[in-house]
């Protein structure tokens, strides 16, 4: 099993920058990708970016050129950022963590809240 444990959120200014930490613990040799969804009030959770094994990254469109997400793989843990850069209000939402491993499981965080008010 994989534990995660986010951290980073909370209140920006709009056009401020925030970044979010996942720590993933327990079986992280069969991670094959970690990824940061977000949900705002009433609306559906969504992808904001993935990043897997390899490097490889994906986002969303609205968040393409002012996010980035990296991992840090150390023995035993693998830590998850995202860079969120140059943040609209809109995108005030309860950000989550996710793992999902090679053998088609997948673990979630508990969110952070991130809000982005003047």
């Known amino acids: 099993q994989v534990q995660l444990v986010e951290s980073g959120g909370g209140l920006v200014q709009p056009g401020g920058s925030l970044r979010l930490s996942c720590a993933a613990s327990?079986?992280?040799?069969?991670?094959?990708?970690m990824s940061w969804y977000r949900q705002a009030p009433g609306k559906q959770r969504e992808l904001a970016a993935r990043?897997?094994?390899?490097?490889?990254?994906?986002?969303a469109d609205s968040v393409k050129g002012r996010f980035i997400i990296s991992r840090d793989d150390t023995d035993t843990k693998i830590t998850a950022y995202l860079q969120m850069n140059s943040l609209k209000p809109e995108e005030t939402a309860v950000y989550y963590c996710?793992?999902?491993?090679?053998?088609?499981?997948?673990?979630w965080g508990q969110g952070t809240q991130v809000t982005v008010s003047s």
């Open positions: 990043i897997t094994s390899d490097g490889s990254t994906v986002y």
């Open positions: 996710k793992a999902a491993t090679f053998y088609g499981s997948a673990s």
């Open positions: 327990g079986s992280i040799g069969s991670i094959y990708s």
